[in-house]
Nanobody
Framework: VQLQASGGGLVQAGGSLRLSCAVS???????MAWFRQAPGKEREFVGS????????YYADSVKGRFTISRDDAKNTAYLQMNTLKPEDTAVYYC?????????????????WGQGTLVTVSS
């Protein structure tokens, strides 16, 4: 199983970015999640989407600004980020677990992408 995250970059505060996570291997029955890690901080949960796309969960810090979606035909998950703030600056990672149960814990995700850097300037 391989996960390839892409779409990061430099954006001004208030702007938008869309991250993609392309997955090789089993996808349709997987819970997909996004985490982020800012310099000097621990990796934190951003949000997740259930295997059927029916349920999404978000960290309070991004709720109402970020949206997770998935396209099973393309084996790809997305993170649409709007109204970005400087504090959203981090390396963003996609992750996968082979279960339908929600979890915000990094240790519950055995598969990870390599990360993509998002920098939000003020």
């Amino acid at each position: 199983v391989q996960l390839q995250a892409s779409g990061g970059g430099l954006v001004q505060a208030g702007g938008s970015l869309r991250l993609s996570c392309a997955v090789s291997g089993t996808f349709s029955s997987s819970t997909m999640a996004w985490f982020r890690q800012a310099p000097g901080k621990e990796r934190e949960f951003v949000g997740s989407i259930a295997y059927d796309g029916g349920r999404t969960y978000y960290a309070d810090s991004v709720k109402g600004r970020f949206t997770i979606s998935r396209d099973d035909a393309k084996n790809t998950a997305y993170l649409q980020m709007n109204t970005l703030k400087p504090e959203d600056t981090a390396v963003y990672y996609c992750a996968k677990r082979q279960t339908s149960y929600y979890s915000p814990r990094t240790r519950d995700y055995p598969y990870w992408g390599q990360g993509t850097l998002v920098t939000v300037s003020s």
